[in-house]
């Protein structure tokens, strides 16, 4: 199975400020990675897919980029509502396979 | 817009069975992959299974494998997830989700809790 790592763990950001999330794939995924976000007691949302694609809804704050095994997910300009657990997921290769997450939290 | 609710979960000893049921509404549910997703307590997200539009592909993850199936019934806009051979681990919140033909989720449902414990 393709193993997925996120960094940091944990990102303590002030609203306003842009961060940057990293995740890695085991072997390429090509361009087949989605990106979710998860708030305490809430479903997870698809944000952005292959890996520059916005799903609806989502605002242009939120950019993905990356291919083969190197993928970031950027938030310009963090919003309060966005301090979150980001999840990676490939789906290049069954089973699709998740990031242990990056929790972004206000500092 | 789209619903998916999960129902089914709740409270089983170790070596009991469980069927969730999640009803869809607000999409065309036979054009879809529908899928379930685990979250464990303190862990990350886990692919469970999924099956595709017609049930013809059904998938499991290895912990899955003998012990759950996955059907759905497109007349009832329904998937299911019947769990046997229960373990502690298999305690989690499971995610009913709706899913693009490559397997990426589109839409998820609130989760329902399953715990196993004596």
């Known amino acids: 199975d393709i193993v997925m790592t996120q960094s940091p763990a944990t990102l303590s950001v002030s609203p306003g400020e842009g961060v940057t999330l990293s995740c890695r794939a085991s072997q390429s995924v090509r361009t087949n990675l989605a990106w979710y976000q998860q708030k305490p007691g809430q479903a997870p949302r698809l944000l952005i897919y292959g890996p520059s694609t916005r799903a609806t809804g989502i605002p242009a704050r939120f950019s993905g980029s990356g291919s083969g095994t190197e993928f970031t997910l950027t938030i310009s300009s963090l919003q309060s509502e966005d301090f979150a657990v980001y999840y990676c997921?490939?789906?290049?290769?069954?089973?699709?396979?998740f990031g242990p997450g990056t929790k972004v939290e206000i500092k | 817009q789209v619903q998916l609710v999960e129902s089914g979960g709740g409270l089983v000893k170790p070596g009991g069975s469980l069927r969730l049921s999640c009803a869809a509404s607000?999409?065309?549910?036979?054009?879809?992959?529908m899928g379930w997703v685990r979250r464990a307590p303190g862990k990350g997200l886990e692919w469970v299974s999924d099956i595709s539009t017609n049930s013809k592909n059904r998938n499991y993850v290895d912990f899955a494998k003998g012990r759950f199936t996955i059907s759905r019934d497109n007349a009832k806009n329904s998937v299911y997830l019947q769990m046997n051979s229960l373990r502690a681990d298999d305690t989690a919140l499971y995610y009913c989700a709706k899913a693009a033909s490559r397997l990426f989720i589109t839409d998820w449902g609130q989760g329902i809790l399953v715990t196993v414990s004596s």
């Open positions: 607000g999409f065309s549910f036979s054009d879809f992959y």
């Open positions: 997921q490939q789906y290049n290769d069954w089973p699709p396979g």
